[in-house]
Structures are given as structure tokens and as C-alpha cells.
């Protein structure tokens, strides 16, 4: 009898063991966002806080999101294994060095569209050199396409993490593109993993000429390799500006090869620790 209770004792506890292990997340996220001014910025990051969420309970990660960029400090992020900008980046000193800080000693990064775009001059200069220049690798934005619009993008990095089980092609969600000022391809730190492929062209749909791509070579996903951290270009829904309604006309996720590229790289980050 005592060795049935003692065999009992010890099934009991392996199995609180095993469920404390079950309901402790494997990594923690900390998605920082401004949603403020743009509806299609703030349409992504409502759509994008609410499936980061729902990804979160799939797949045993905690997810947590603020628009308190004081929080974009050395003690929380002490916290956290990854760090997304959704939309901004921060602005104010302390904040910056906090998180230059936090990638120098091995956090993680996953960053998408408006959070890389710098332009001097404009509400959002080009100020933050490291951040831009080393960090992004991209500097200043230099245009983009109108409407948005879905391009066929190509995966140039078939055995990186973040592109596991994706085709070599695949329609992206409608966005707005983003060419930059500095060659992506001249920096050895950079690493492309997908850019747009040349049967997306013509890309854009106007009013304006230069709105409207007709070729080129455009990165929209890269990693740098000096830190652990990874960009999307994709993050700008289309939405009714004209009738002034602004009803989403589009949304950014619920597309399944483009869902899986980001859950990808954010396991990756995550767990690559």
C-alpha cells in the first residue's frame, strides 16, 4: 500500500510538473504601437494586436502591447524576448538608447512598414542615424506606391528560418510599398529574405505617375545580420479615403502564406534565444 501511495504521490506531482511546464509561455513579446493619424496605420495595428494575440494562445508565447513608449526602458525590457514596433519608433532619447541598448546585448526586433520610415523634413526626420542607417540599413524613405496594392513577392533566402515551408512566390496583402534611400544590397549586413518580383509590374494604381512602379529591385523583408531582428514592409491596409468613410478595404493578415512568413520569424526570434 505504501508503495502504491508513494507511485500515486509521484505521478501527481509529475503531472503538476508537466502542467505548470504546459502554462509557462515560451518567450514573451512586448508590441509597442502609436496608432495615431493615419487610418490605414491604425487599422493595421488593431488587426495585428488582435492576431498576435490569437497566435499567442496557439502557439505558447505571451503577447503584450502598449502605446506607452515609456515602457521602451532597460527593466521591462529585461522582461521580454521580442520587441515589435507595429507602426512608430520612439522618439525621445532615454527610449532610443534603451532599446539600441537591449539589440546590442541579444533582444530581438520584429518591426513592420511605417516603424522604418524616416523623412527630413516631416513629423518623423531622419534623426536616429544608428537606427536607420546602421540598425535598418535602409535610411530616409524615398516613395512609395499608391493604391495599395498586392504584389507577387519572391523568397530569396529559402532556408531561413523565417521562410520555412513558404512557395517561391506568393501574393502578398494589398499595401503600400516603400523604396528607400540607401542600396540594401550594397550592405554586407543585410540579408534579404523577400523582395517584390518582377511580375508584380506595373505596381500601383496612381493618380500620380511615380505612384505607379513600372520596374526595379525592392526589398520588403530583410533581417541585418549583426542583430537578431527582422522588417516587413508590409503593414498599410487599403481603406475608403475617398468618400471619406475610411472602411477597411483590406486587411493585412488572414492571408496564409504572408501569416505564416511573420509566425515564422516571430518563432524564430523567440525561441532562437
Given at each position: 500500500?505504501?508503495?502504491?501511495?508513494?507511485?500515486?504521490?509521484?505521478?501527481?506531482?509529475?503531472?503538476?510538473?508537466?502542467?505548470?511546464?504546459?502554462?509557462?509561455?515560451?518567450?514573451?513579446?512586448?508590441?509597442?504601437?502609436?496608432?495615431?493619424?493615419?487610418?490605414?496605420?491604425?487599422?493595421?495595428?488593431?488587426?495585428?494586436?488582435?492576431?498576435?494575440?490569437?497566435?499567442?494562445?496557439?502557439?505558447?508565447?505571451?503577447?503584450?502591447?502598449?502605446?506607452?513608449?515609456?515602457?521602451?526602458?532597460?527593466?521591462?525590457?529585461?522582461?521580454?524576448?521580442?520587441?515589435?514596433?507595429?507602426?512608430?519608433?520612439?522618439?525621445?532619447?532615454?527610449?532610443?538608447?534603451?532599446?539600441e541598448n537591449y539589440?546590442?546585448?541579444?533582444?530581438?526586433?520584429?518591426?513592420?512598414?511605417?516603424?522604418?520610415?524616416?523623412?527630413?523634413?516631416?513629423?518623423?526626420?531622419?534623426?536616429?542615424?544608428?537606427?536607420?542607417?546602421?540598425?535598418?540599413?535602409?535610411?530616409?524613405?524615398?516613395?512609395?506606391?499608391?493604391?495599395?496594392?498586392?504584389?507577387?513577392?519572391?523568397?530569396?533566402?529559402?532556408?531561413?528560418?523565417?521562410?520555412?515551408?513558404?512557395?517561391?512566390?506568393?501574393?502578398?496583402?494589398?499595401?503600400?510599398?516603400?523604396?528607400?534611400?540607401?542600396?540594401?544590397?550594397?550592405?554586407?549586413?543585410?540579408?534579404?529574405?523577400?523582395?517584390?518580383?518582377?511580375?508584380?509590374?506595373?505596381?500601383?494604381?496612381?493618380?500620380?505617375?511615380?505612384?505607379?512602379w513600372q520596374g526595379?529591385?525592392?526589398?520588403?523583408?530583410?533581417?541585418?545580420?549583426?542583430?537578431?531582428?527582422?522588417?516587413?514592409?508590409?503593414?498599410?491596409?487599403?481603406?475608403?479615403?475617398?468618400?471619406?468613410?475610411?472602411?477597411?478595404?483590406?486587411?493585412?493578415?488572414?492571408?496564409?502564406?504572408?501569416?505564416?512568413?511573420?509566425?515564422?520569424?516571430?518563432?524564430?526570434?523567440?525561441?532562437?534565444?
Amino acid at each position: 500500500m505504501k508503495t502504491m501511495l508513494f507511485a500515486l504521490f509521484i505521478l501527481v506531482g509529475t503531472g503538476s510538473a508537466v502542467e505548470a511546464q504546459k502554462g509557462k509561455p515560451l518567450f514573451k513579446v512586448l508590441g509597442f504601437y502609436t496608432a495615431r493619424e493615419d487610418p490605414a496605420h491604425i487599422s493595421f495595428v488593431h488587426e495585428a494586436n488582435t492576431w498576435f494575440a490569437k497566435m499567442a494562445a496557439q502557439h505558447r508565447f505571451q503577447y503584450d502591447s502598449t502605446k506607452d513608449w515609456s515602457r521602451l526602458n532597460s527593466k521591462v525590457l529585461a522582461s521580454y524576448q521580442v520587441v515589435v514596433f507595429l507602426d512608430t519608433r520612439p522618439d525621445s532619447l532615454p527610449q532610443r538608447e534603451a532599446f539600441e541598448n537591449y539589440m546590442k546585448a541579444g533582444g530581438a526586433w520584429m518591426g513592420f512598414h511605417f516603424s522604418a520610415f524616416a523623412l527630413t523634413p516631416s513629423a518623423y526626420p531622419q534623426n536616429w542615424s544608428w537606427y536607420h542607417e546602421t540598425f535598418l540599413g535602409s535610411g530616409e524613405y524615398r516613395s512609395n506606391t499608391w493604391r495599395p496594392t498586392a504584389a507577387q513577392l519572391r523568397v530569396e533566402r529559402k532556408r531561413h528560418p523565417a521562410t520555412k515551408g513558404l512557395p517561391a512566390l506568393f501574393a502578398s496583402s494589398p499595401n503600400e510599398w516603400y523604396r528607400w534611400k540607401i542600396d540594401l544590397r550594397k550592405n554586407k549586413d543585410i540579408d534579404v529574405l523577400l523582395s517584390i518580383d518582377a511580375s508584380s509590374f506595373p505596381l500601383g494604381t496612381g493618380p500620380k505617375p511615380s505612384e505607379i512602379w513600372q520596374g526595379g529591385d525592392y526589398p520588403v523583408v530583410w533581417t541585418n545580420k549583426r542583430f537578431h531582428m527582422v522588417y516587413f514592409n508590409m503593414g498599410h491596409n487599403d481603406m475608403d479615403y475617398e468618400n471619406k468613410t475610411n472602411r477597411e478595404l483590406s486587411h493585412t493578415f488572414h492571408n496564409h502564406w504572408q501569416d505564416r512568413l511573420v509566425l515564422n520569424a516571430l518563432l524564430w526570434l523567440g525561441k532562437d534565444r
